[in-house]
Antibody, heavy 117, light 112 residues
Framework: EVQLVESGGGLVKPGSSLKLSCVASGFTFSSYGMHWIRQAPKKGLEWIALIYYDSSNKYYADSVKGRFTISRDNSKNTLYLEMNSLRSEDTAMYYC??????????WGQGVMVTVSS | DVVMTQTPPSLSVAIGQSVSISCKSSQSLVASDKNTYLNWLLQSPGRSPKRLIYQVSKLDSGVPDRFSGSGSEKDFTLKISRVEAEDLGVYYCLQGTHLPNTFGAGTKLELK
């Protein structure tokens, strides 16, 4: 069974940093690209980053480019999202999702990040 | 960026009724590999999104055949026949053809 479990969220002040993790199981993690997607409270979904299976390519939404970094450690079956210079508008539930057949085939349960003074 | 225009924003339905949700993209979603990466997701209350349909019309494993997807190029539809209580929540279309990948604004399906 495919499982994606996010962690690392919390309450932080504007301008600070946070690193999210997504631990994968139930599939060969090193063979699949991975996404991060976020959802602000009571809002819709926003794609924010994609990393290829071998980290050869990384893509970001303009809203996070230059502040967020997606990475992965295939030996640990773990996806990361390093978030710097956090703003109040980054407050959201953050989901990781797997690039499978047709893309976005499995999603994690999400981790909440709150940016507030 | 590709804009996904999803309508209606909400639907009030009775159990057993059939409904349709529309999603229109600002650009063709046919990829260079000839596939069309248009997904439909359901976010049940308090849950993470779950994919129901991929590549326009292919049902994910375990998804009831009451759900169907259709469309091409820039115009797509999700149909739910005989709505059941477990179908309630917010439906999103999602295009995976072009980066940045983009979502529709969502359609909230509620009980009448």
């Amino acid at each position: 069974e495919v499982q994606l479990v996010e962690s690392g969220g919390g309450l932080v002040k504007p301008g600070s940093s946070l690193k999210l993790s997504c631990v994968a199981s139930g599939f060969t993690f090193s063979s699949y690209g991975m996404h991060w997607i976020r959802q602000a409270p009571k809002k819709g979904l926003e794609w924010i980053a994609l990393i290829y299976y071998d980290s050869s390519n990384k893509y970001y939404a303009d809203s996070v480019k230059g502040r967020f970094t997606i990475s992965r450690d295939n030996s640990k079956n773990t996806l990361y999202l390093e978030m710097n210079s956090l703003r109040s508008e980054d407050t959201a539930m953050y989901y990781c999702a797997k690039v499978g057949v047709g893309l976005f085939d499995y999603w994690g349960q999400g981790v909440m990040v709150t940016v507030s003074s | 960026d590709v804009v996904m225009t999803q309508t209606p924003p909400s639907l009030s339905v009775a159990i057993g009724q059939s409904v349709s949700i529309s999603c229109k993209s600002s650009q063709s979603l046919v990829a260079s590999d000839k596939n069309t990466y248009l997904n439909w997701l359901l976010q049940s209350p308090g849950r993470s999104p779950k994919r129901l349909i991929y590549q326009v019309s292919k049902l994910d494993s375990g998804v009831p055949d009451r759900f169907s997807g259709s469309g091409s190029e820039k115009d797509f539809t999700l149909k739910i026949s005989r709505v059941e209580a477990e179908d309630l929540g917010v439906y999103y279309c999602l295009q995976g053809t072009h980066l940045p990948n983009t979502f529709g604004a969502g359609t909230k399906l509620e009980l009448k």
